[in-house]
């Protein structure tokens, strides 16, 4: 896909000033097997006259943490940059892309703070290509303060990463999660990929576990166990409040949100789980999928066409995909394969391999093959894809307690999520918005 480089400028920003036009000579495929690699570096924030030295180099640093997460990306090292990464200005004819280029650096990033760099002020972010000196990419972030350095960098990067790639999700989502805190205690945590805004969001008696994210990133649902009962449980960001659903049979499993903003779960009604629709008021609605098995584990595309789930009807656990009234069987080796999740963007599946935790395995829906992209050490379960269909957390054993990482579509090295003290489990991503 080819890409046409544009300056972005939400209504509520500032203004910036008039730019060169915008280039079309630089496309990164991070979807594709043959992922690009760009080399980017970053010069040292300006003011007006002279180089940044409150806000600006927390935000400098803020970004870099942000950008060496990217796989795709390799941060040049400042040190390799003759005459140093400070320049005369942040905008051409006062930036010395020479420099950078001989670095190695295929981009670079420029920031400058017309009024200076205190609390309340705006800071300009500019891409240029090295090579050609062309303008990429530019945006204004205002009212930037010590609160919302973090916000700002994330800001930047998800658009960054949506001019360069199409998608910027991944720095506009946050990730749901379970926490152990006890023998019979546990409690949903949120916090962004990059590890930051660490928050506990339950705090009820017994376990809380498998959270999902409603599409509007308003709700979290997920299930609860306590010595008397199953339940639903429903968190609302807006009011910071629970409430529990229960239902008969006192069996609630894996609840997920649909795209409409319904929520899909598997319930007990006369023996084996089937998977159900619920409707606004978390109340059955339809069956989804029923057999005389246990059917649980839904996960839905973006469009709401397509389910993956798992289900016992062939003996083991295996993953099944349902399309246009279809049933298929997606996992063809192994005797235990559980816990799938399909891409938002509907061409993967991706699955959990052994009883107990094992490895994640990707099946391509387009190419109808299998590829495994977590390796251990350890056991490796409950894998869930970012609202980009690129990153893929998962919950590992490889430091010696289950901790949450991440890994993309294609596999490589896993990095680990900040979550503090505790054993972290069950992943779920959610998408925050722009």
Not at 20 to 38: F, K, S, T
Not at 148 to 172: K, S
Request: one cysteine or more; glycine letters at 10%.
């Amino acid at each position: 896909m080819k890409l046409w480089f544009r300056l972005i400028l939400p209504l509520y920003l500032l203004l910036l000033p008039v730019l060169p036009a915008a280039a079309e000579n630089m496309q990164i495929d991070i979807y594709g097997p043959g992922q690009n690699m760009v080399n980017i570096a970053m010069s040292r924030p300006l003011t007006s006259g002279a180089p940044a030295s409150n806000l600006g180099p927390r935000l400098h640093d803020a970004i870099r943490a942000n950008l060496s997460i990217l796989p795709f990306m390799r941060l040049t090292d400042p040190k390799a940059v003759l005459g140093g990464d400070t320049l005369a200005g942040y905008q051409p004819p006062n930036v010395d892309f020479k420099r950078f280029q001989l670095a190695g650096a295929d981009m670079l990033i420029t920031a400058g703070w017309p009024q200076g760099d205190s609390s309340g002020n705006t800071v300009e972010l500019r891409l240029y290509e090295t090579y050609s000196g062309n303008f990429v990419f530019g945006n204004a972030y205002d009212r930037v303060d010590n609160s919302n350095i973090q916000d700002t960098a994330d800001r930047f990067c998800a658009d960054l990463m949506e001019a360069l790639t199409g998608h910027g999700d991944f720095f506009r989502s946050t990730l749901a999660f379970t926490k152990s805190a006890g023998k019979f205690k546990s409690d949903v945590w949120i916090v962004k990929p990059s590890g930051q805004n660490l928050r506990r969001i339950t705090n009820l008696p017994g376990k809380a576990m498998s959270p999902s994210w409603s599409m509007d990133g308003r709700l979290v649902v997920f299930t609860h166990i306590d010595e008397r009962s199953h339940a639903l449980g429903v968190w609302d960001s807006a009011t910071n409040s629970i409430r529990r659903v229960r239902f008969p049979g006192n069996t609630v499993i894996s609840p997920c949100f649909m795209p409409d903003n319904t929520v899909a779960v598997s319930l007990s009604t006369a023996g084996y789980p089937d998977i159900f629709q619920l409707n606004g008021a978390f109340r059955k609605s339809r069956a989804l999928e029923s057999s005389p098995a246990i059917n649980v584990s839904p996960t839905f595309d973006a469009t709401g066409t397509k389910m993956a789930f798992c289900s016992s009807r062939l003996g083991g656990p295996q993953v099944f995909l349902k399309s246009g009234g279809s049933v298929t069987r997606i996992s063809k080796e192994g005797s235990y394969n559980s816990e799938p999740c399909i891409s938002p963007d509907g061409t993967l599946i991706a699955y959990t391999r052994g009883a107990g935790g094992g490895r994640i395995f990707v099946y391509d829906l387009l190419t109808g093959q299998e590829r495994q992209v977590s390796f251990g050490p350890g056991s490796d379960e409950h894998p869930s894809f970012a609202p980009d269909s690129y990153f893929l957390a998962f919950t590992s054993t490889r430091s010696g307690s289950r901790q949450i990482y991440l890994t993309t579509r294609h596999g490589g090295e896993a990095r680990m999520v900040p979550t503090g003290g505790g054993e972290a489990f069950f992943p779920r991503w959610g998408k925050t918005g722009k």
